[in-house]
């Protein structure tokens, strides 16, 4: 059993930027994809952006440009750099991990869930 545990978000005012952590236990490895979700208030959860075990990135449309997904390995942790937010990305965070190779931004490809981190941006 995995564990996720997000950390970093708050609020801010459009066009600022925010660092989303997660930290997993025990420790994975490189034989996991990562990604993060977001959820807002009456809204189904969508992938925003997510990393292969293979390095491969990919990104909702948008957020391209705006927000970097990384992960350090030796710290088991997984990041989410978002610039020039805007007041529609507001919503909770969610990181994701399953073992896999590729990329993936349907939720039914994940398997552990961390309870989230709020991010709010106001206009």
């Known amino acids: 059993q995995v564990q996720l545990v997000e950390s970093g978000g708050g609020s801010v005012q459009s066009g600022g930027s925010l660092r989303l952590s997660c930290a997993a236990s025990p420790y994975t490895g490189s034989n996991y994809r990562w990604a993060w979700f977001r959820q807002a208030p009456t809204k189904e959860r969508e992938g925003v952006a997510s990393?292969?075990?293979?390095?491969?990135?990919i990104y909702a449309d948008s957020v391209k440009g705006r927000f970097t997904i990384s992960q350090d390995n030796a710290k088991n942790t997984l990041y989410l750099q978002m610039n020039n937010l805007k007041p529609e990305d507001t919503a909770m965070y969610y990181c994701?991990?399953?073992?896999?190779?590729?990329?993936?931004?349907?939720?039914?490809?994940?398997?552990?869930w961390g309870q989230g981190t709020q991010v709010t941006v106001a206009s």
């Open positions: 990393i292969g075990n293979n390095g491969a990135t």
């Open positions: 994701a991990a399953r073992f896999g190779w590729w990329p993936r931004l349907d939720p039914g490809d994940y398997s552990y």
